[in-house]
């Protein structure tokens, strides 16, 4: 699959080493079926609303 920032399944192990890049692959691997999923959705619209300033209260 490629999205807006390049492809992805596949390739997450070759762009990047370290420490912590295993452990950010497996992660990455089990959220990403998910986040496809609920992205296909909604086609178009952002998974994670915006925030509407003007409906928060100042006290």
Known sequence: MKTAHGPIEGNLSLTST???HTILV????????YW?????ERPG???VPILNVSQI???
């Not at 497996?26 to 079926?33: G, L, M, N």
């Open 45 to 47: 619209h952002r998974i």
């Open 18 to 20: 370290g420490p912590n």
């Open 57 to 59: 209260y100042t006290y």
């Open 26 to 33: 497996s992660i990455a691997r089990s959220v990403y079926p």
């Open 36 to 40: 496809k999923e609920r992205r296909l």
